[in-house]
């Protein structure tokens, strides 16, 4: 039985705003979940994470995502991270400004 | 209400210049995450799901016109133009920037206001009866007293680093809206030999392990107050467990030790540290007391407008049924403004609604405002001749909701919509039964009902002392409601019972329209309420009506 390939990005969330980044190849942070980079490797996940952490004076509490990988980008699998990827539900106050 | 002293001034502004220079520190990478933490912590700032978030806290639920038209200033200044009022009587602004927040505490504190120990192990903000100073069943005004121990437990050096949080609510009536039972320390009001004091209650608490509190003295004299609260926080300091966090709340602590060992310890503390209390704290609360004189009430000789009621509007008769509650003064009222308007977040105020409260309060409110646990706004003393104006500027601000009390006015946690220890949401599921049940028009055929629904096991939305409480849980991937039955906030405080499984995200509002409509047909009559149905009946006719399937099934 094959092992289903892992669909990971880094997410935290940014040190002024806080508001919720993925990380962006090679190096740079994006709102949008859609635009993040998607990791399939472990070794290449422990790396870009500890670059993530590495980045205290930008982002704060970095950590491993688990998403979907759809052709339109990623999409996150658990509904925690949906919410934090679109925004609250009763306003139009998050990500959903964009 | 409380002026600030010189002390508080200087207090206040002191704590500001150490965060600005703080944040700043941050910001140049002075300070790690790791390091900057408990700093903002300690001045209210959490950082939450999709922002930082800042809790302020209202001390007893009270403020003026001018602390209400700042706080409208700040969610339009520094955030989305509202604010959450939350079950502890703080407000919270979801969307701060950290640069900003130093600024956001200043311009709290130009009104006297801070956000100090609105997070951390400390001494949480001292709640009270939202009616209180008006309430006409009181013995008296319990805030003085919860403003020395604002002052007492703020910065207390002992008390900065206790095994956990500590949440005291005091209250001076018999009917108790402050839900002392569920704090760690609840004080209730007493008298005896004509002398006044309070019943000390401790170890109440809901979160994961809910527990009513215990009564550790049935009488503390006013005079030995403080002292006895000092050796009640002092011997859990000691006594409480700092190697398990879910074992480390006071209720744990007593529920371990036993509460006359409790007892034996606190009065052994009490007795050592007495001669140090030796009379500053009494002339302080008598200072404190002058500023919580009563207002000067118009005669109440002024035509009284709500006995004329039944020559008004039909919306208008239907608030004053709902939201208007007995004075001390028989030509006042206690107005309660809903923040529950079915379909809105509850709790929440725009920044435009601030301004409208505040100016009410100014007008026609003796400038006194409070904010109930209950997430709704009170307008202590209004006369009764001025009701209709009231209810006219409140419904121009879209704040006439008609259901205090009833089933849409629901207390709801943040939930996952923004807070990053939730485990679901809250507030589509407070929206969407709001919602339904005024389609359904049975709101008031339902009568008096407590909703309450917490995202997660922290209960913050009370759901254990909720008539009905829903607790929002993640299980399998998704949304999950549990429902308990029979829970009870007031002076006879009950934990409810878990009916069964949870349902899901769809399910929730149907399997609580199925319990309601059933309740209908099991009550008496109109005059008992779902709880006293539920006490007469029990779990078990509720439960059928929540399972149709497993009846069938069985």
């Known amino acids: 039985m094959s092992v289903a390939a892992i669909s990971k990005v880094v997410t935290a969330n940014d040190l002024r705003s806080g508001e919720v980044l993925y990380l962006r190849f090679p190096h740079s942070w994006t709102p949008e979940l859609a635009k993040a980079s998607v990791i399939k490797d472990n070794d290449l996940a422990k790396a870009s994470l500890a670059f993530a952490q590495g980045q205290p004076n930008t982002v704060v509490g970095a950590y491993l995502s688990d998403v979907i990988d759809e052709r339109d980008g990623p999409r996150a699998s658990h509904f925690r991270e949906r919410f934090r990827s679109t925004g609250p539900s009763n306003y139009r106050h998050g990500k959903q400004e964009l | 209400m409380y002026q600030y002293s010189r002390f508080d001034h200087e207090f206040t502004a002191e704590r500001v210049a150490q965060f600005r220079a703080q944040v700043a520190r941050r910001l140049d990478g002075s300070l790690t995450e790791e390091e900057f933490k408990p700093l903002r912590l300690m001045n209210g700032l959490y950082l939450q799901l999709h922002a930082y978030m800042l809790r302020v806290a209202i001390p007893y639920g009270t403020l003026n016109s001018r602390q209400m038209h700042q706080l409208a200033m700040i969610a339009e200044r520094w955030d989305k133009g509202y604010g959450h009022f939350t079950t502890r009587q703080n407000i919270q602004f979801n969307w701060p920037k950290l640069e900003d927040v130093p600024d956001i505490l200043q311009a709290l504190a130009d009104v006297e206001m801070h956000a100090i120990q609105t997070s951390g192990n400390t001494v949480r903000n001292v709640t009270a009866d939202h009616f209180a100073g008006a309430a006409a069943d009181e013995l008296a005004d319990p805030r003085p007293i919860a403003e020395l121990i604002r002052q007492w437990s703020t910065d207390h050096p002992e008390f900065q680093f206790l095994p956990r949080k500590f949440k005291i609510a005091v209250t001076g009536s018999p009917n108790d809206r402050a839900v002392t ?290 607790l929002g849980l993640e299980k399998a991937g998704v949304e999950s409601y549990q429902i308990t039955l029979g829970g009870d906030g007031g002076a006879e405080a009950e934990i409810g019972t878990r009916a069964g499984p949870g349902f899901g995200a769809d399910e929730i509002v149907p399997a609580i329209e199925r319990l309601l409509l059933g309740y209908l047909q099991l009550r008496l009559d109109r005059n008992e309420s779902f709880l006293e149905a539920y006490r007469r009946l029990g779990l078990a006719p509720f439960k059928a009506l929540l399972y149709p399937q497993a009846r069938k099934a069985a």
């Open chain 2, 181 to 470: 039972r569920a704090h760690d320390i609840g004080l209730r009001m007493t008298e005896q030999d004509g002398q006044r004091g309070f019943e000390v209650i401790v170890g109440g608490g809901l979160g994961r392990t809910p527990m009513i509190g215990k009564t550790l003295s049935p009488f503390v004299a006013l005079d030995d107050l403080l002292p006895y609260l000092e050796a009640v926080v002092s011997t859990y300091n000691l006594l409480g467990r700092r190697d398990n966090k879910y074992k480390a709340r006071i209720k744990i602590t007593t529920h371990e030790h036993g509460i006359e060992q409790i007892k034996q310890r606190v009065e052994a503390q009490f007795a050592k540290i007495k001669p140090r209390f030796a009379g500053a704290n009494l002339q302080l609360l008598k200072d404190i007391e002058q500023h919580f004189a009563l207002p000067k009430f118009k005669s109440s000789s002024a035509q009284v407008e709500a006995d004329s009621a039944p020559a008004q509007s039909p919306a208008f008769r239907a608030w004053l049924y709902t939201n208007i509650s007995a004075h001390k003064l028989p030509g006042y009222a206690i107005v309660s403004v809903s923040l529950k308007k079915p379909g809105a977040t509850p709790g929440d105020a725009s920044a435009d609604q601030m301004r409208a409260l505040a100016e009410i309060a100014r007008n026609f409110g003796h400038d006194e405002l409070r904010i109930s646990h209950e997430q709704n706004v009170i307008l202590p003393h209004v006369h009764r001749a001025d009701l209709t104006q009231v209810f006219q500027a409140l419904r121009q601000a879209d704040l006439a909701a008609a259901n205090i009390g009833l089933i849409s006015d629901i207390i709801a946690c943040p939930g996952m919509d923004y807070c990053a220890l939730a485990t679901a949401r809250s507030i589509p599921v407070a929206q969407q039964i709001a919602t339904r049940f005024q389609a359904l028009k049975l709101e008031h055929d339902i009568g008096p009902l407590k909703l309450k629904i917490s995202g997660c096991i922290n209960a913050c939305g009370h759901h254990h002392v909720g008539h009905i409480g829903i």
